[in-house]
Structure formats: C-alpha cells, structure tokens
T-cell receptor, first 113, second 114 residues
Framework: EPEVTQTPSHQVTQMGQEVILRCVPI?????FYWYRQILGQKVEFLVS????????KSEIFDDQFSVERPDGSNFTLKIRSTKLEDSAMYFC???????????FGPGTRLTVL | AQSVTQPDIHITVSEGASLELRCNYS??????LFWYVQSPGQGLQLLLK??????LVQGIKGFEAEFKRSQSSFNLRKPSVHWSDAAEYFC????????????FGTGTKLQVIP
C-alpha cells in the first residue's frame, strides 16, 4: 500500500541553525501539507501546497518557514533559523484531491537545543 | 469561530468493555469528518471518515462513528476494546467545499486496563 515517508525520523539541531525536513508524498497525489505537533498538544496545520505554490498557510508559518518541491517526488519544509519553540513533531501529508482524505507520514521529531 | 472539541482528555476502560469517544464541531456547514489514531511515538493513522450519505460509518480495527447533524457530533465507538487500542485519538475536520486545512481536536488519550 502506498504511503507517505519522511526523513529523518529525528533531527537534533542547535538554535539558530537551518533545518530541512524531507517528505516523499504518495506518487499520484497532487496536494501536499505540513503539520506540527508540539509535545502534549494537538496537531496544527502549517501549510498546504499545490501546483508548485502555497495554497494556504497558518499564522504559524512565518518568514522563517518555506516549502519546496525540488523534484517530482520530494516535498521539503525548511526552517531558516530554528528557535527552541520549533521543537515538535512535524508531519507531512498528501492527498489526491483537495478537501478529501489526507494521508500522513510517520513524522520527524525536531529537537532544538 | 470554527472549532473541534473533544471534551474527554483521558479515558480509561477495561479490556473487553465498550468505548465511546466524543467529538463536537462548530462549523457553518457540515464539514468532512475524520478520526485518526496515534500510538506513542507514531504517526497518524486514519480510522474512518465521513463525507456524506449513511451517518454510521465503519472504519478499521472494528471502530465505527456516527454523524449526528442535530448535535454537531461525530462520536467514535467500539463495542469491545482490546489492549492494543491504547493510543491517542484525534477527531478532525475539513470544511466541505474543497478546503485543505485539517483542523484537529485536542485528542483523547485512551488507557486500557486488563
């Protein structure tokens, strides 16, 4: 069964460093998303991406964040200068059609020291 | 304001007992509704979904959920809980009409005692 994959599973970084989280969505899906879950809290939407551009973003997704689909398979989330409060689990998701079921990856746990 | 509420933060049930997890939403029109499960340290697995039609939906692992428009609810049920069901359960909604952002509830942590 096709699935969304994410790498790395755990990333540790120093405050102020740049990190790139990688995702491979399901191959025939056209819509891509990033969510985050701070420990003990609910899952929060960050951004959605379609046709090589951001289609929706939350107030969390500020100038420190960017997304890219550098090739036909990967979808990345870059945090330019990490802060302690960026420590969270980051989930990538994809869907075939907008507004329907999203399939989530296993997540990348980001720890900012 | 649009919201998803899971009033129970933590529920403990005995193995073999029945389970109901509550979810209420507040949206202008009926959204698309989902239940996800998250085991410790794991990702989010879709249990079931409701878009339209039959208000009782069946999902994986023996779970079902009932959509009640009059109560703006989408409660998750299982007739007999297994120890492996211990996890956190999230109700989630997407506004109908092609919107993309999934809004999650705060989650209900299920503990199963032998």
């Amino acid at each position: 069964e096709p699935e969304v994959t994410q790498t790395p599973s755990h990333q540790v970084t120093q405050m102020g460093q740049e990190v790139i989280l990688r995702c491979v969505p399901i191959s025939n899906h056209l819509y891509f998303y990033w969510y985050r879950q701070i420990l003990g809290q609910k899952v929060e939407f960050l951004v959605s991406f379609y046709n090589n551009e951001i289609s929706e973003k939350s107030e969390i997704f500020d100038d420190q964040f960017s997304v890219e689909r550098p090739d036909g398979s990967n979808f990345t989330l870059k945090i330019r200068s990490t802060k302690l409060e960026d420590s969270a689990m980051y989930f990538c998701a994809s869907s075939e059609v907008s507004g329907t079921e999203q399939f989530f990856g296993p997540g990348t746990r980001l720890t900012v020291l | 304001a649009q919201s998803v509420t899971q009033p129970d933060i933590h529920i403990t049930v005995s193995e073999g007992a029945s389970l109901e997890l509550r979810c209420n939403y507040s949206y202008g029109a009926t959204p698309y509704l989902f239940w996800y499960v998250q085991s410790p340290g794991q990702g989010l697995q879709l249990l079931l979904k409701y878009f339209s039609g039959d208000t009782l939906v069946q999902g994986i692992k023996g779970f079902e959920a009932e959509f009640k428009r009059s109560q703006s609810s989408f409660n998750l049920r299982k007739p007999s809980v297994h120890w492996s069901d211990a996890a956190e359960y999230f109700c989630a909604v997407v506004p109908s009409g092609g919107y993309q952002k999934v809004t999650f509830g705060t989650g209900t942590k299920l503990q199963v005692i032998p």
